[in-house]
């Protein structure tokens, strides 16, 4: 619902404007599928650690910028994207993040990443 992916789909299949904030669409964002993310929750819930502190996402391996996202969105959905640059980045935004998986990895190593994207 809040992802930058799901998002650009959307705005992609509903024929909308999508927005880029700076860095001339080059951020990289990385991106999880729900079902990496359940499959982790059942892994926590089954050995719960305490204190532990986790970034649950994609990592560098299912990361794309805006513009690899648009062009994805393009090819499933066959629309080409409707879209307006705006120079100024969005306060307190990152080039790029992605998210380092190894102590997910190592605490649950039953966990990883199924769902990868293209």
């Not at 892994?43 to 996202?69: D, H, M, Q, T």
């Not at 990152?94 to 966990?111: E, G």
Request: with cysteine.
């Amino acid at each position: 619902m809040h992802g930058f992916l799901s998002y650009l789909v959307k705005c992609n299949v509903e024929a909308r404007e999508y927005k880029v904030f700076g860095y001339k669409g080059k951020q990289v964002r990385d991106n999880i599928h729900a079902e990496d993310v359940a499959r982790f929750m059942y892994e926590f819930s089954k050995s719960p650690r305490v204190a532990e502190v986790y970034n649950l996402g994609g990592g560098k391996g299912n990361s794309c910028s805006i513009f690899e996202a648009f062009r994805m969105a393009e090819n499933v959905s066959g629309k080409k994207m409707s879209w307006r640059y705006q120079d100024e980045n969005r306060i307190g935004d990152h080039i790029c993040y992605y998210s380092d998986l190894r102590k997910m990895q190592k605490h649950y190593p039953n966990w990883g990443i199924a769902k990868d994207y293209p």
